[in-house]
């Protein structure tokens, strides 16, 4: 079975900075879209960027210009690098995939256990 670990959350002050990890074990065969998504207290489950395997990414406005999504397929990874932090992105971020099975037709989503980012001084 297929599992995503994050890494990397933890406090920072404004201004910060903190890069966030998600790996990605199992039977892999493809990962085609690697995103994060964050979810603040009492706040809806919103998308924060996402990457194809094309490479092709896009941002939510929030954090545009300050926030860049990356992979690395030869680790199964994804990586969210974020600056200029601040209070309103406190949040569980979750690293989302598009998988295929090793063996296996078609393409599931699979989530990781999320991470807590806290920015505050």
């Known amino acids: 079975q297929v599992q995503l670990v994050e890494s990397g959350g933890g406090l920072v002050q404004p201004g910060g900075s903190l890069r966030l990890s998600c790996a990605a074990s199992g039977s892999i065969g493809a990962i085609y879209t690697m995103a994060w998504y964050r979810q603040a207290p009492g706040k809806q489950h919103d998308l924060v960027a996402s990457?194809?395997?094309?490479?092709?990414?896009r941002y939510s406005a929030s954090v545009q210009g300050r926030f860049t999504i990356s992979r690395d397929d030869s680790k199964n990874a994804v990586y969210l690098q974020m600056n200029s932090l601040r209070p309103e992105d406190t949040a569980v971020y979750y690293c989302?995939?598009?998988?295929?099975?090793?063996?296996?037709?078609?393409?599931?989503?699979?989530w990781g256990q999320g991470t807590q980012v806290t920015v505050s001084s």
């Open positions: 990457i194809t395997v094309h490479g092709a990414d």
């Open positions: 989302n995939a598009e998988i295929a099975l090793a063996n296996k037709h078609g393409w599931d989503d699979y």
